[in-house]
């Protein structure tokens, strides 16, 4: 098996009762990966990447990290969890907190850092996504790009290992969408790993190192991102993008 | 008009006789009505917390259980103690422990007694608010912080629950209110409060309207004033409207500008080297590097 992979889904399936969402997904991610999930709405991306983290149990198959499978019986999810990043497509920023203390809570609550420490590193990655000044608002009060930019800190502050993005740019206005692409491009430069779920072509072709497309709950096709976006194989693969590139 | 000269005279009669009791009753009625709903919130947290426990179907069997029978627990105490009147737990607790033991166990005071009674009270009706404020959160609030690697514990405590406890404020301040008034049917177990005080001394003298005014005015004075600590606390935790920006956002100049991937690099906070920016405009340009000639 690939022993330098940091993350494999194995024959992954998910059903929510009768309704089978996804159907024996496989997949492999190296370290300084940056893997696009794409396809149409309903073909099962975003729950993927929702049984990659467990937020969603897999009804079959396995989420192996390091070699360990995680959907063994007595695997702590938690721990787990907290080496995986998650930034979701309606941010999902503390409410009752500041910007500073999003960041802060889960390296003192989860990884037990002193206060001072986690305070410190959360402006770093603060600063790293521009969001420095606005340490003391709360999320209400800033925008939607804005919010997604500390998102993106609070799940860097935990240092994660590999940072899965549910569709980060879809609930934002269009003149937002590129301060926080700018922060992912920046990211994975920096050598970041990064599991993606988008409908940003560009972003999918010219930052990923690996395309997936996916349709009716299976990988329908998956590469180079040059080859399947560029030269699909697939009849599917065509005909999403070509209604994609259309409109 | 006449009456209402009378009337005033009765009052103050009353109040220059028997000030220091009245004075009592209300400091009873304000000491069992805090202790009570503070206590009965700390009940209401933990049956709302208990709850809310998620289980799944791979979870081992013995958790399983545990939990539904947590869940059935609750809804029985909240059903019980929300279904009759207070008036009648208050007479079946304080006379139901020395019954069952015999006289051999008696409650040390009726203090004791009287706050456990409104403490169970309010808990049961705090739960299912709880239940409410709980359920009323974004469940990405949950997902959040589930993602960051938070227990259900941490996640309630530094997430849900804050949250949960400023929506349900007002509902809180209904309790504490409904409290200050209902803890008069106290008098059953003779506990001696603002009410109870007031039937003592019509006991008395008779002058039962005049007492019930200076009561009526009393209660009033309590509920108001509680109100209007209440909105305050709110306010408190609603925070400030504005706040300060710690230094300049040195990337509100590039909104909506995502250009294809830059080769010369840098970071966001630190632009690329202007030189390497440079170089490559050129080399797009001239489809070589002027350096290189």
Redesign the interface.
Known sequence: MHSDAILEVRHLSKSFGSHQVLRDIDFTVRPGDVTSIIGASGSGKSTLLRCVNLLEAPSSGQVIFHGQDMTAPGVKATQYRSKVGMVFQSFNLFHNMTVLENCVVGQVKVLKRPKAQARENALKYLDQVGMGPYIHAKPRQISGGQKQRVAIARALAMEPEVLLFDEPTSALDPEMVGEVLSVMHTLAQQGMTMLVVTHEMAFARDVSSHVVFMADGVICEQGDPQQVLANPTQQRTRDFLARFMAR | MQRFLDLLQDIARLWQNYWPGYLNGIRSTLILAVVATLIGCIIGFACGVLNTIPY?K?D?PVKRFFLKLIRVVVRVYVEVFRGTPMVLQAVFIYYGLPYFTYNAVQWPSVWAAAIVVVSINTGAYMAESVRGGILSI?P??T?????????HV?TML??IL??AF?NILPQIGNNFIINVKDTSVMFVITFTEFFAFHRYIVGINNMYFPSATIEMVGYLTMTLVASFLLRALERRLD?S?S?????????TM?????R??DPA?G???QPPDPEAQDRIRQQRKHGRNRGER
């Open positions: 799944t791979q081992r974004d990405g609030q997902e959040g912080a589930k993602a960051i690697g938070m227990t941490q530094s997430v804050p949250q400023r925070g409207d706040y300060e920006l710690a230094q300049a956002d040195p990337l590039t909104a909506g500008t995502y294809r991937p690099g970071t966001l906070s």
